[in-house]
Antibody, heavy 122, light 107 residues
């Protein structure tokens, strides 16, 4: 069974840092680009960042560029999101997602994790 | 960035009804348009990919159409489990963008 399991969410003060992880199983992780999507409480879905299958290409939303870093360890089948300089507006459930066919673009998000909550508040 | 605009923002319907949700892109996205369903407290679930392709395991009462900038999601014969929020999403270019969502409620 294909599964994604996020972890690392927490209550953190503004300006702080946090690293999210997404452990993948049930598919050949190294063959797929991966994506982070977030959802603020009561709001819609916001694409955050994506990374190519080898890790050589990364993409970011303007709202997180320069503060967040996406990475992956294909030997551990794990995706990461390093979040620095956190702001109140980063408060959200963070989902990792696997594409249907493997790409960053021209694809859809077939599998989602259960999400991990990040709360930025003093 | 490619802006995605859904309408309506909310919709009330009854079991058995046929409903249509529309999504308009700010520029052409050819057929790179996906539809998701999300229930409270759950992750989104893909229903339709590439505008008109039914995701495996999704009931055939869901269908999608459109190309270029205008797209529709149709649910024929609403079932109780279909009451949820629906999002369109373009995958034509990064940043990937979603519509604001359409909340489908029971009348």
């Amino acid at each position: 069974e294909v599964q994604l399991l996020e972890s690392g969410g927490d209550l953190i003060q503004p300006g702080g840092s946090l690293r999210l992880s997404c452990a993948a199983s049930g598919f050949t992780f190294s063959s797929y680009a991966m994506t982070w999507v977030r959802q603020a409480p009561g709001k819609g879905l916001e694409w955050v960042s994506a990374i190519g299958s080898s890790g050589g290409s990364t993409y970011y939303a303007d709202s997180v560029k320069g503060r967040f870093t996406i990475s992956r360890d294909n030997s551990k089948s794990t995706l990461y999101l390093q979040m620095n300089s956190l702001r109140a507006e980063d408060t959200a459930v963070y989902y990792c997602a696997k594409p249907n066919f493997g790409g960053v673009k021209y694809d859809s998000f077939e599998i989602w994790g259960q999400g991990t909550m990040v709360t930025v508040s003093s | 960035d490619i802006q995605m605009t859904q309408s309506p923002s909310s919709l009330s319907a009854s079991v058995g009804d046929r409903v249509t949700i529309t999504c308009r892109a700010g520029q052409t996205i050819t057929s790179y348009l996906n539809w998701y369903q999300q229930k409270p407290g759950k992750a989104p679930k893909v229903l339709i990919y590439a505008a008109s392709n039914l995701q495996s395991g999704v009931p055939s009462r869901f269908s999608g159409s459109g190309s270029g900038t205008d797209f529709t999601l149709t649910i024929s014969g609403l079932q109780p489990e279909d009451f949820a929020t629906y999002y369109c999403q373009q995958s034509y270019d990064t940043p990937i963008t979603f519509g604001q969502g359409t909340r489908l409620e029971i009348k």
